[in-house]
């Protein structure tokens, strides 16, 4: 039976205004640039201002540990808000990974992500290289005799503590400043909107408190990065920095994904 008043058909609304997902080209430029953004913002300023000395009054001109704590937490909340939107702002290897491992992030895209934060990474250091070769005489080989603000332990540590102290801080940071970026991007209970500001502050927080047992890494790409500048030592000293800040993101990729994902039965 017809339908004695049948509806007229309506055009169909045009999507322009729906928004376009960014290609892969962009987000692996976006993820270079963030993390170019955090080791430049980092390492410089432990390089430039962390001991820059005193005031002809005897007053410190250095921002110290806190100033560089300040440094990649401040860089990392630029970062997020400008290049999240566009990658996820991950601007961190063992991030990148710890996504993964919780179904947060493809398999398939981790090494592309991988290579651009080294990349960016690498070209930080490198511009910092540059800005040394115009300072004041020996201040470059200076800054790499003294290891380029690496990573390390035992000589390597500003602190003297050994590898067992590096593994333990580079592994549980870690394992936590992930599970903090897991639970605060959470699809139903994160809070998008202040998601940046919470990264950061956390990754503030595990400089305050790790920089003088390891100068701290939990980020095998601000590892590289000053490694390749800080001779022998922190080269030889690299693989920890790699390695285990991979271990405790995959630790609290799966460990999140276990704990609280599940849904009531």
Do not use: C
């Not at 592309?112 to 040394?132: D, K, M, N």
């Not at 903090?180 to 990754?203: E, K, Y």
Request: glycine share 16%; proline share 6%; charged share 10%.
């Amino acid at each position: 039976m017809s339908d004695p008043k049948p509806d007229s058909p309506i055009p169909a609304t045009p999507l322009d205004h729906t928004p376009v997902a960014p290609s892969t080209a962009a987000t692996l430029v976006a993820e270079g640039f963030g993390t170019f953004l955090l080791v430049l913002g980092v390492i410089s300023t432990a390089l430039f201002a962390a001991d820059f000395g005193a005031s002809d009054k005897g007053t410190s001109l250095g921002v110290g540990f806190v100033g560089v704590s300040l440094a990649v937490g401040l860089t990392v909340v630029a970062g997020a808000y400008a290049f999240g939107p566009i990658s996820g702002g991950h601007f961190n290897p063992a991030v990148t990974v710890g996504l993964a491992a919780a179904g947060r992030f493809p398999w398939s895209g981790v090494l592309g992500y991988i290579v651009a934060q080294v990349v960016g990474g690498l070209v930080a250091t490198s511009l910092i290289v540059l800005i040394g070769l115009y300072g004041p005489d020996g201040w470059l080989g200076a800054a790499q005799e003294g290891g380029f603000a690496s990573n390390g332990f035992d000589a390597g540590s500003p602190g003297g503590f050994g590898i067992g102290g590096a593994i333990v801080v580079e592994t549980l940071f870690t394992a936590l400043f992930v599970i903090v970026i897991l639970g605060v991007t959470h699809s139903r209970r994160g809070n998008p909107a202040f998601a940046g500001l919470v990264i950061g502050l956390t990754l503030t927080l595990i400089h305050l408190a790790t920089i003088p047992v390891d100068n701290t890494s939990v980020n095998p790409a601000r590892s590289i990065a000053t490694a390749v500048y800080g001779g022998a030592l922190p080269l030889g000293q690299l693989w920890v920095f790699i390695v285990f800040p991979i271990v405790g993101a995959l630790i609290a990729g799966y460990s999140y994904r276990a704990l609280f994902d599940g849904t009531k039965a």
